[in-house]
């Protein structure tokens, strides 16, 4: 149902996007880098939270982690992420497979502003083996997300 669902949401959305399927698994950040051949940041990971009474999805880069404090700064509330479970009765995709596309149920999406290092990312398409390659900005576009800055800022290696 869910790679499904993305499927479909391409098609009608962005037939030109091609959905990447790997034999191996993609469920984690290391692992879709790896496989995708790209650095973990270039990894579009999106995270499910409640904040308030309301539940959100937040895309960020790969190897960026969520700053608490920020977080309630631009909700004006505590958030905590949602188990498992929940996500899955969301959006229809998988731990490992989520993503901003397709969804089971409409969510406000936020794309964080860690995405703008990258002239492509590659989120999830809906199941652990998938994804798709895509620009933050066309991505933003597609599923009517509003940049934000909840995350920590990333240490990059100097050249």
């Avoid at 949401?9 to 051949?37: N, R």
């Avoid at 790969?62 to 009765?89: H, P, W």
Wanted: with cysteine; glycine share 6%; proline share 5%.
């Amino acid at each position: 149902m869910s790679l499904a669902s993305v499927r479909a949401f391409f098609a009608a959305k962005a037939p030109d996007i091609a959905i990447i399927e790997l034999q191996s698994s993609t469920a984690t950040v290391a692992l879709a880098a790896e496989a995708h051949g790209v650095s973990p940041g270039q990894i579009a990971k999106t995270l499910a939270f409640r904040i308030a009474e309301r539940d959100v999805l937040i895309v960020a880069r790969g190897d960026a982690r969520i700053d608490n404090r920020k977080m309630k700064e631009c909700f004006g509330a505590k958030s905590r992420m949602l188990d498992a479970q929940t996500v899955v009765e969301l959006t229809s995709h998988p731990v490992g497979g989520v993503c901003p596309f397709g969804l089971a149920t409409p969510l406000s999406v936020y794309c964080d502003r860690s995405l703008l290092a990258f002239d492509e990312v590659l989120p999830a398409a809906g199941a652990t083996h998938s994804a798709v390659r895509i620009t933050p900005q066309r991505m933003a576009e597609l599923v009517d997300a509003e940049w934000i800055d909840v995350c920590q800022e990333v240490e990059t290696e100097p050249c």
